[in-house]
């Protein structure tokens, strides 16, 4: 569902603060994967989300997503493809906006656009119900700005806005880190549950080793703009911490000392 083929990235080349951020890196999606990235900072793992979603073009290499090639493919088009939820709640909703008007805009996406938002009574039902599987009280605020929203609100619509349509390919870019931990826990069983209904092929970054192998059925670990661990079925379900930790060690010859990973 997903190829990225030998994809390589180098900011600021040829400079001082040249940076190999992504290193002939090739990684398979099949349809309906849920796949948990990881690594220390500097990893790579945004850069590979980024690359996919198309914020910069990649130096070689190629990506496919369900048999189309969307490698020169600027931002915009993939989006008929491509969900994606950012670390920052303020990001994938306009704060100045309705609820109602902000759902109906993703409700569009990779259409082309229109002047009208939604003012048809069976889109506002569509919405509420949907609001109410969220359990935030969410279904009677839809003429509410979405900027008095709670991050955890916030988020948790960004997430239903990303997979209004069902995408092709999930983003979750460390879409929890901002979050305390009750509603961070929250936004993450609200994750899993969309997942699973609609079969989303999706990639999560995430900087908790304990979520990385709670959720999905597959983990990579990125170090050095590479893969360095690739694990899934039942070799994923029997990892603990310390296991990876030592695999991570092993594979590329360091010893992991990024805080918010261990501590997660």
């Not at 008929?80 to 994938?92: H, N, T």
């Not at 656009?113 to 949907?130: I, N, Q, V």
């Not at 079969?199 to 192998?213: C, P, V």
């Amino acid at each position: 569902m997903l190829l990225v083929e030998n994809i390589s990235k180098t900011f600021h080349p040829g400079t001082i603060n040249e940076k190999k951020a992504l290193q002939d890196l090739t990684l398979h999606l099949k349809s309906g994967d849920f796949v948990t990235v990881i690594g220390g900072n500097g990893a790579g793992k945004s850069t590979l989300m980024n690359s996919i979603a198309g914020v910069f073009s990649v130096d070689k290499g190629r990506i496919v997503i369900d048999g189309d090639d969307i490698t020169k493919q600027p931002e915009h088009k993939r989006a008929k493809y491509i969900g994606r939820v950012f670390q920052d709640p303020m990001m994938g909703t306009a704060a100045g906006m309705m609820i109602e008007e902000n759902l109906a805009i993703a409700s569009r996406r990779g259409r082309m656009p229109t002047f009208a938002w939604s003012s048809k009574e069976e889109d506002r039902e569509h919405f509420r119900l949907l609001l109410q599987e969220l359990d935030l009280g969410l279904e009677d605020r839809l003429s509410d700005k979405v900027g008095l929203l709670s991050g955890g609100q916030r988020q948790a619509l960004t997430l239903l806005m990303a997979t209004l349509n069902q995408p092709k390919l999930l983003l979750l870019d460390e879409h929890t880190a901002a979050l305390d931990p009750k509603t961070a826990e929250k936004v993450l069983g609200l994750t899993q549950n969309i997942i699973r209904r609609y079969h989303l092929t999706t990639l999560m970054i995430t900087h908790n080793m304990r979520d990385a192998l709670r959720f999905g059925n597959r983990l990579i670990m990125m170090h050095d703009g590479r893969i360095i661990i690739d694990l899934e079925g039942r070799e994923k379900e029997n990892l603990t911490i310390p296991d990876l930790l030592s695999m991570f060690e092993k594979a590329s010859g360091n010893v992991l000392d990024n805080d918010r990973m261990l501590l997660g």
